[in-house]
Nanobody, 124 residues
Framework: QVQLVESGGGLVQAGGSLRLSCAAS????????MGWFRQAPGKERERVAS????????SYADSVKGRFTISRDNARNTVYLQMNNLKPEDTAVYLC?????????????????WGKGTLVTVSL
């Protein structure tokens, strides 16, 4: 049974940092490109960042470029999202997804598996 479990969310003040983790089980993480998505209340789900299978290439939404960093540790079957200089508009449920690896940005195509998400709340 494949599971993606996110952790690391919480309440943080604007300007602060959080590090999210996505732990995978039931699959070999290195076989998948991975992505972080977020969904705020009343808004559509959007891709935040994605990374190819090896971790050599990453792609970011313009709204988080320069503030967020996606990384992966295939040996630990875990993907991370380091979020710095957080803003209130970053408030959302953050979900990770596993999909197909493609050679060009965003390096992730489709989503075979989803986690249930972790809530990030950024206060003023």
């Amino acid at each position: 049974q494949v599971q993606l479990v996110e952790s690391g969310g919480g309440l943080v003040q604007a300007g602060g940092s959080l590090r999210l983790s996505c732990a995978a089980s039931g699959l070999t993480l290195s076989a998948y490109a991975m992505g972080w998505f977020r969904q705020a209340p009343g808004k559509e789900r959007e891709r935040v960042a994605s990374i190819n299978r090896s971790g050599s290439n990453a792609s970011y939404a313009d709204s988080v470029k320069g503030r967020f960093t996606i990384s992966r540790d295939n040996a630990r079957n875990t993907v991370y999202l380091q979020m710095n200089n957080l803003k209130p508009e970053d408030t959302a449920v953050y979900l990770c997804a596993a999909g197909s690896d493609i050679a060009a940005p965003p390096y992730l195509y489709g989503s075979h598996y989803w986690g249930k998400g972790t809530l990030v709340t950024v206060s003023l």
